[in-house]
């Protein structure tokens, strides 16, 4: 058993030297906001309104509380072991082997599969953009086999869905039914990541640029059209305004669109190999990137929700650009610029995710846990060459049969999942020595002060929401009830993690992370979390069967002990 969670010890020379180092803090800066403002802000925010309502503020904040404590605990790693790998080599350092495995295993539900659906975002905008400039693509070569027919099944009102099934040639009795626009983007990523890092960072930097400028423009023009009584509708069949029209449990149900605007951050943490002081250069541009999309999307949230009824965001996969349409505020010229920018915002989202999966491939090349040829990396480009073109294929093939929701909560929880390990992860390193010019996350004893904040949290929230908690066992409910489930679990655990604070001494921020992503864990499905444990289920059998075998640190300890 205890071969399971053998440790490595990383140091500063641990693989050190194959890739280019040449990205300094404001690279960093800007390749977190390129991955955390795209998919997010561009499309997913469309479902998050619509299901949490104007009150989906609210758990933008929660998300980005979440995540300023869980970058902290990112960074502090990154001070640490300035390796590629992100989540994966801290889990291996704090862990053990096998939590290591499951970790990169759930990073490529966040980088692969999270592709995918930036993947059909991107097709999106840019299918609505060729329409507008006059070039219509057949139906049935901008979405899913999947998506189609789901649309049938469920009467949906999306015309193009319905016209793809129908209009679809028919192959052998086989509609088909494929993405195009999709498969190209993603086949161009794929060429772009293996040009090298240098002329990816280039390509990056430019085009934030770009996407910056037209949120801002977006909330320039918006705030004048702003109607304050948007933000108050009506609870369905009653007279009374309420912030959060459906609930609170509404506003929770909209977990998976918020955080996948935040999964990003943590992708920049793979390049430690490629940033000349990662010790300094990378918490400092994963902590400012991160505060800066905090506050872009709650002001771009105000501002939307403020211009368009949020009962209208249904199925809309291009909310920007639609508030400015002529069913909304009527702007052509904005609706333009906004579909034009959002292709470049969400191209460099598929960059970064399309750049991270192979760095993580390596690092558990490197450990034994996959083939040698994963960490193969390119004498001239220095790139990871084998694993950047199996990356585009894993996020290329699954686009022809999958469909973007499920693709989207899939990838939430196993994000959430590795955010969770890494604020634990924390809690069990060793004290080190403070370095200048490095990054050391301030120690707070939570022994008083955790078990006082949850408990005051619970009693503030009590008396804020008492009719949730007086039918808080009530968990047969259909509508409300696995929520509520969720919400039992999560203070189970909770009070367990004060008595072992109180015990232990306890750090307060990584304490503080771990609570809040637990969070934001009861507001998935149990769907998603059959999935979730299917797919862990798949990687288990891979790691016996392979990596458990061959690991460097397990033939390592055997040869000792022969």
Same mark, same amino acid.
């Given at each position: 058993?205890?071969?399971?969670?053998? =440790?490595?010890?990383?140091?500063?020379?641990?693989?050190?030297?194959?890739?280019? =180092?040449?990205?300094?803090?404001?690279?960093?800066?800007?390749?977190?906001?390129?991955?955390?403002? %795209?998919?997010?802000?561009?499309?997913?925010?469309?479902?998050?309104?619509?299901?949490?309502?104007?009150?989906?503020?609210?758990?933008?904040?929660?998300?980005?509380?979440?995540?300023?404590?869980?970058?902290?605990?990112?960074?502090?790693?990154?001070?640490?072991?300035?390796?590629?790998?992100?989540?994966?080599?801290?889990?291996?350092?704090?862990?053990?082997?096998?939590?290591?495995?499951?970790?990169?295993?759930?990073?490529?539900?966040?980088?692969?599969?999270?592709?995918?659906?930036?993947?059909?975002?991107?097709?999106?905008?840019?299918?609505?953009?060729?329409?507008?400039? %006059?070039?219509?693509?057949?139906?049935?070569?901008?979405?899913?086999?999947?998506?189609?027919?789901?649309?049938?099944?469920?009467?949906?009102?999306?015309? $193009?869905?319905?016209?793809?099934? *129908?209009?679809?040639?028919?192959?052998?009795?086989? *509609?088909?039914?494929?993405?195009?626009?999709?498969?190209?983007?993603?086949?161009?990523?794929?060429?772009?990541?293996?040009?090298?890092?240098? $002329?990816?960072?280039?390509?990056?930097?430019?085009?934030?640029?770009?996407? #910056?400028?037209?949120? #801002?423009?977006?909330?320039?023009? /918006?705030?004048?059209?702003?109607?304050?009584?948007?933000?108050?509708?009506?609870?369905?069949?009653?007279?009374?305004?309420?912030?959060?029209?459906?609930?609170?449990?509404?506003?929770?149900?909209?977990?998976?669109?918020?955080?996948?605007?935040?999964?990003?951050?943590?992708?920049?943490?793979?390049?430690?190999?490629?940033?000349?002081?990662?010790?300094?250069?990378?918490?400092?541009?994963?902590?400012?990137?991160?505060?800066?999309?905090?506050?872009?999307?709650?002001?771009?949230?105000?501002?939307?929700?403020?211009?368009?009824?949020?009962?209208?965001?249904?199925?809309?996969?291009?909310?920007?650009?639609?508030?400015? &349409?002529?069913?909304?505020?009527?702007?052509?010229?904005?609706?333009?610029?906004?579909?034009?920018?959002?292709?470049?915002?969400?191209?460099?989202?598929?960059?970064?995710?399309?750049?991270?999966?192979? =760095?993580?491939?390596?690092?558990?090349?490197?450990?034994?846990? #996959?083939? *040698?040829?994963?960490?193969?990396?390119?004498?001239?480009? *220095?790139?990871?060459?084998?694993?950047?073109?199996?990356? %585009?294929?894993?996020?290329?093939?699954?686009?022809?049969?999958?469909?973007?929701?499920?693709?989207?909560?899939?990838?939430?929880?196993?994000?959430?999942?590795?955010?969770?390990?890494?604020? /634990?992860?924390?809690?069990?390193?060793?004290?080190? $020595?403070?370095?200048?010019?490095?990054?050391?996350?301030?120690?707070?004893?939570?022994?008083?002060?955790?078990?006082?904040?949850?408990?005051?949290? #619970?009693?503030?929230?009590?008396?804020?929401?008492?009719?949730?908690?007086?039918?808080?066992?009530?968990?047969? &409910?259909?509508?409300?009830?696995?929520?509520?489930?969720?919400?039992?679990?999560?203070?189970?655990?909770?009070?367990?993690?004060?008595?072992?604070?109180?015990?232990?001494?306890?750090?307060?921020?990584?304490?503080?992370?771990?609570?809040?992503?637990?969070?934001?864990?009861? /507001?998935?499905?149990?769907?998603?979390?059959?999935?979730?444990?299917?797919?862990?289920?798949?990687?288990?059998?891979?790691?016996?069967?392979?990596?458990?075998?061959?690991?460097?640190? /397990?033939?390592?300890? =055997?040869?000792?002990?022969?």
């Amino acid at each position: 058993m205890n071969s399971l969670f053998r =440790r490595k010890h990383y140091t500063e020379n641990s693989d050190k030297g194959q890739l280019n =180092r040449v990205l300094g803090t404001w690279d960093i800066v800007f390749f977190g906001i390129a991955a955390i403002i %795209g998919a997010g802000s561009f499309s997913s925010l469309g479902e998050a309104i619509f299901r949490g309502g104007p009150g989906v503020i609210i758990l933008y904040m929660i998300c980005g509380f979440a995540c300023a404590f869980t970058a902290l605990c990112y960074a502090e790693f990154a001070s640490r072991i300035p390796t590629a790998g992100s989540a994966y080599t801290y889990a291996y350092a704090s862990f053990g082997e096998l939590i290591a495995w499951v970790i990169g295993w759930a990073l490529i539900m966040e980088y692969s599969f999270g592709n995918i659906y930036v993947a059909f975002s991107w097709s999106d905008y840019f299918t609505s953009f060729m329409e507008r400039i %006059g070039v219509h693509i057949p139906d049935f070569f901008t979405c899913s086999y999947s998506e189609a027919k789901k649309a049938v099944l469920n009467n949906s009102m999306n015309p $193009e869905l319905i016209n793809a099934w *129908k209009s679809a040639p028919v192959i052998g009795g086989l *509609k088909i039914i494929l993405d195009i626009p999709a498969l190209i983007i993603n086949g161009l990523i794929t060429w772009l990541c293996y040009q090298g890092i240098k $002329e990816s960072k280039n390509f990056n930097n430019f085009f934030v640029i770009l996407k #910056l400028f037209v949120i #801002l423009l977006v909330i320039a023009v /918006g705030v004048s059209y702003v109607n304050t009584g948007n933000w108050f509708p009506t609870v369905a069949g009653t007279n009374v305004g309420s912030f959060m029209p459906n609930g609170f449990a509404g506003v929770m149900s909209a977990v998976s669109g918020v955080f996948f605007a935040y999964i990003g951050f943590d992708a920049i943490s793979v390049l430690s190999e490629e940033t000349k002081n990662p010790q300094r250069d990378l918490p400092r541009g994963m902590l400012i990137s991160l505060g800066l999309c905090t506050v872009i999307y709650i002001v771009l949230t105000l501002v939307l929700t403020g211009l368009v009824d949020f009962r209208k965001f249904d199925g809309i996969g291009d909310p920007l650009s639609f508030v400015f &349409d002529k069913s909304n505020l009527n702007i052509p010229w904005m609706e333009f610029i906004v579909s034009l920018i959002a292709i470049v915002a969400i191209t460099t989202v598929l960059l970064v995710f399309q750049m991270g999966q192979p =760095r993580i491939w390596m690092a558990m090349s490197r450990d034994g846990l #996959l083939p *040698k040829k994963f960490q193969e990396v390119h004498a001239t480009k *220095k790139i990871p060459s084998f694993a950047t073109i199996v990356t %585009g294929i894993v996020v290329g093939v699954p686009i022809l049969f999958t469909d973007k929701s499920f693709i989207l909560d899939f990838t939430s929880i196993g994000t959430i999942f590795a955010f969770v390990l890494v604020c /634990g992860g924390v809690l069990l390193l060793p004290n080190k $020595e403070k370095i200048k010019g490095r990054f050391h996350l301030p120690y707070i004893n939570g022994k008083f002060i955790f078990p006082l904040l949850f408990i005051g949290g #619970l009693v503030f929230f009590y008396f804020y929401q008492p009719e949730f908690f007086h039918q808080l066992t009530n968990i047969s &409910d259909p509508k409300d009830g696995e929520f509520r489930f969720a919400i039992l679990v999560f203070i189970v655990f909770n009070l367990a993690l004060c008595v072992l604070t109180f015990i232990k001494n306890l750090s307060l921020i990584p304490l503080i992370g771990l609570s809040s992503c637990l969070y934001l864990l009861t /507001g998935m499905s149990h769907e998603n979390w059959f999935w979730f444990g299917l797919w862990f289920a798949i990687g288990l059998v891979i790691y016996f069967a392979y990596g458990y075998k061959n690991s460097k640190l /397990g033939n390592q300890s =055997r040869s000792l002990n022969s």
